[in-house]
């Protein structure tokens, strides 16, 4: 057991990936962090977007003909 253990102490092998799945993590996680923000700016954008785009329609008059 203790040789198992020195042994993966020393070798480096496949320590990419483990760097690279802890980078990933990383990423992962300050996006699902952010997502509530990012969100609100979005429905926001949106909201304002349609209240504009209703607002330059005007309803005819029937009874202008």
Do not use: F, H
Not at 6 to 28: K, W
């Amino acid at each position: 057991m203790l040789t198992i253990l020195l042994r993966l102490m020393r070798e480096d092998a496949g320590q990419d990936v483990i760097e690279y799945a802890l980078l990933t993590a990383g990423i992962g996680i300050v996006s699902v962090a952010t997502w509530p923000l990012i969100e609100t700016g979005i429905v926001n954008v949106y909201r304002d977007l349609d209240a504009d785009t209703q607002a330059i329609w005007e309803v005819p008059d029937p009874g202008s003909n």
